[in-house]
């Protein structure tokens, strides 16, 4: 497993938002939203403005710091957690981060698991900048912790179509890592779409039910 390229290396339920206890009424969680969206890192390692899928950005009303944050004057793929607020700023409430994979050409890999995932959803970003998917992922605990897996996404070919368009097919890699298979975990990850874009892309996925395939027209 460690002759991959470029791989995803993730457990589950990083950084999410939890609450005590349900607020009735217009509580500090009553008008909460959540979107998938790439939150910007400042130079001091703060957290100080997000932009959504659908385009809307906002500025967080007080800078964010966290130990997620491991580089600074980046942006981070994630489901932010927030409150609208006056003037187009937001008060963060929490995220979940988001693993994000670039799709790499098939032949780079020595190893190409495609152990089977359960298949929810996958839908196209407004910006056209990613394919996310929503996933179900089978898990345990190894020494304590949870186990990890490893996901990629392999390009294996672009065709020219007889219209002259072009298509991208994307296969989604998957290594159980040796993961037991005690419980399953619902999560998202994204496909980094290339500046490029072909006019269509297609992802297969192997899934317990067998292999599914998506389609996406991005012109």
């Known amino acids: 497993m460690k002759n991959y390229i470029l791989p995803?290396?993730?457990t589950f339920l990083l950084f999410s938002c939890e609450t005590d206890s349900y607020e009735k009424g217009?509580?500090?969680y009553s008008l909460m939203l959540a979107d998938m969206g790439e939150i910007v890192i400042n130079s001091e390692k703060?957290?100080?403005s997000f932009t959504t899928d659908d385009g809307d950005g906002y500025t967080l009303t007080s800078?964010?710091?966290g130990q997620w944050i491991q580089t600074a004057d980046t942006t981070y793929r994630a489901i932010i957690y927030y409150n609208k607020v006056e003037n187009g700023?937001?008060?963060y409430m929490g995220l979940t981060t988001v693993p994000t994979m670039v799709p790499v050409e098939h032949w780079r890999f020595k190893?190409?698991?495609?152990?089977?995932?359960g298949f929810e959803s996958a839908w196209l970003a407004k910006s056209k900048k990613y394919i996310n998917l929503g996933l179900l992922f089978k898990s345990g605990y190894v020494d304590d912790a949870i186990g990890?897996?490893?996901?990629?996404?392999?390009?294996?070919?672009v065709l020219v179509n007889a219209n002259q368009t072009t298509t991208a097919y994307y296969r989604f890699l998957h290594g159980q890592n040796e993961t037991p298979e005690y419980f399953t975990n619902r999560h998202y990850v994204s496909i980094l779409l290339?500046?490029?874009l072909p006019d269509t892309v297609s992802v297969s996925i192997v899934t317990y039910s067998g292999i599914v395939e998506r389609r996406f027209g991005l012109k």
């Open 8 to 10: 995803v290396l993730f």
């Open 26 to 28: 217009q509580g500090k």
């Open 46 to 48: 703060q957290a100080v």
């Open 63 to 65: 800078p964010v710091t």
């Open 89 to 91: 700023q937001a008060e």
């Open 111 to 117: 190893e190409q698991p495609q152990d089977p995932v």
């Open 148 to 157: 990890r897996h490893l996901i990629s996404i392999a390009q294996d070919t």
């Open 194 to 196: 290339p500046q490029d």
